[in-house]
C-alpha cells in the first residue's frame, strides 16, 4: 500500500495548480521518518519550489466490524510549506492562508475520490479500494522550518479492505 499511497499524493502533487510538482523542479516530498527533522530540513532544502507537499509515512492498525468486515486503517499526514520573508508576519500569514487553502483543496479532492462508497488508487493494474473518513481533521500551522517556511500540516485516515490476497500465508497443518 506504500507505493499507492506515496503515489496518489504525488499526482496530487503535480496535478494541483497551486504545486505542480516536476521530477526537475520538486514540489513533493516523501518523509519515511516523520520524527527526524532532518529529512523535512532536507527535502524543503532540495525544493525547486514551493508550496511543497511533504507527505509523511502512514502508521496502520486493522479491524474487523460485526459482520465480519475486515478493514486496514491508515494513518496519514501531510504538511504544506511556503516561502516568506524571514520574520515579516504579513508574508509568514499569508504563507498559513495559502497553504490551509490547498491542504482543503486536497482535503475535498480527496473526499471526491474516496468518499461516498470509496475510490479506486490504479497503480500499474494493482488496483486497491480507499475509503476516506473525512471528519474533525484538524489543520494545524507550522513553522519555522528552515527559518523562512511557514504552512500547515493535517492528520487524515484510510480505510482499506483486508482480504485474504494482502495476508497469504502458506501455513502449516501442525496447528
Known sequence: MITHYRTYFERLAK???????????RAFFYIKDKYNIKAFDDAIKSAGKTPALLLERYTSDASANK????????????????????????????????????????????????????????????????????????????????VKYYGATVGFKWRCPLTASDTAVDWQNNV
Open 15 to 25: 496535478n494541483h495548480p497551486d504545486i505542480l510538482h516536476e521530477d526537475d523542479n
Open 67 to 146: 459482520n465480519n468486515n475486515r478493514f486496514r486503517h491508515f494513518n496519514g499526514r501531510f504538511s504544506l510549506l511556503c516561502s516568506t520573508e524571514a520574520g515579516d508576519e504579513s508574508t509568514i500569514e499569508a504563507a498559513e492562508i495559502k497553504a490551509e487553502n490547498i491542504i482543503l483543496s486536497i482535503l475535498v479532492k480527496m473526499l471526491e475520490d474516496f468518499g461516498n462508497g470509496g475510490g479506486l488508487i490504479d497503480i500499474d493494474g494493482d488496483i486497491r479500494q480507499v475509503f476516506y473518513d473525512f471528519e474533525e481533521l484538524p489543520i494545524d500551522p507550522i513553522g519555522p522550518v528552515l
